[in-house]
T-cell receptor, first 118, second 114 residues
Framework: AQKVTQAQTEISVVEKEDVTLDCVYE???????LFWYKQPPSGELVFLIR??????QNEISGRYSWNFQKSTSSFNFTITASQVVDSAVYFC???????????????FGQGTILTVHP | NAGVTQTPKFRILKIGQSMTLQCTQD?????MYWYRQDPGMGLKLIYY???????DKGEVPNGYNVSRSTTEDFPLRLELAAPSQTSVYFC?????????????FGPGTRLLVL
């Protein structure tokens, strides 16, 4: 069975600090996708990034960057120069192909609460 | 284009009451999903649908029922509400249900069972 672990329950930083959110996953499949979602205090879920199991190229988008390492089954997310507006719950999620089929079902981690203080 | 809409936003139920959480999407998506988010936890899949008339159980289906009579709507039914069903419920949709496809989430329904 697949599993996603976000060991950091809460992180508190001061504005402009860099912060890394950890995500470790378990899956038996060779084909899978990893996602990061953001849930701001308003409650909605906002898609941030997707990465497939064949693409280990790290990505940078503005202040956000992602580090995908299959060798350690990790998909970590870094915010550079954090801002108060980054305060939210961040979820890592996994979607795998089982037996050649997939219905896009997501397995979520427990989430990491990030608080950025001014 | 409203995306995924959910009603109601918030509801208080008494133990044993029933209710239907509504979910509608206007993106012509084939796949729809219901997740629940318990306090301090990640989302867990309750039910999903691959098209009108076709539904299947997710990880935590007990105590819930679903139906999918149209492409647009995917209601979630609670027959006998229990305190353990206190949660935030999210509906989501995607076009083809591919593993790498982005799911679009509704704003959520907060349910309190007392």
């Amino acid at each position: 069975a697949q599993k996603v672990t976000q060991a950091q329950t809460e992180i508190s930083v001061v504005e402009k600090e860099d912060v890394t959110l950890d995500c470790v996953y378990e899956t038996r499949d060779t084909t899978y996708y990893l996602f990061w979602y953001k849930q701001p205090p308003s409650g909605e879920l906002v898609f941030l990034i997707r990465r497939n199991s064949f693409d280990e190229q790290n990505e940078i988008s503005g202040r956000y960057s992602w580090n995908f390492q299959k060798s350690t089954s990790s998909f970590n997310f870094t915010i550079t120069a954090s801002q108060v507006v980054d305060s939210a719950v961040y979820f890592c999620a996994l979607s795998e192909v089982t037996g050649g089929t997939s219905y896009g079902k997501l397995t979520f981690g427990q989430g990491t609460i990030l608080t950025v203080h001014p | 284009n409203a995306g995924v809409t959910q009603t109601p936003k918030f509801r208080i139920l008494k133990i044993g009451q029933s209710m239907t959480l509504q979910c509608t999407q206007d993106m012509n998506h084939n796949y729809m999903y219901w997740y629940r988010q318990d306090p301090g936890m990640g989302l867990k899949l309750i039910y999903y649908s691959v098209g009108a008339g076709i539904t299947d159980k997710g990880e935590v289906p007990n105590g819930y029922n679903v139906s999918r009579s149209t492409t647009e709507d995917f209601p979630l039914r609670l027959e006998l509400a229990a305190p353990s069903q206190t949660s935030v419920y999210f509906c989501a949709s995607s076009y083809a249900g591919n593993p790498g496809e982005t799911q679009y989430f509704g704003p959520g329904t907060r349910l309190l069972v007392l």
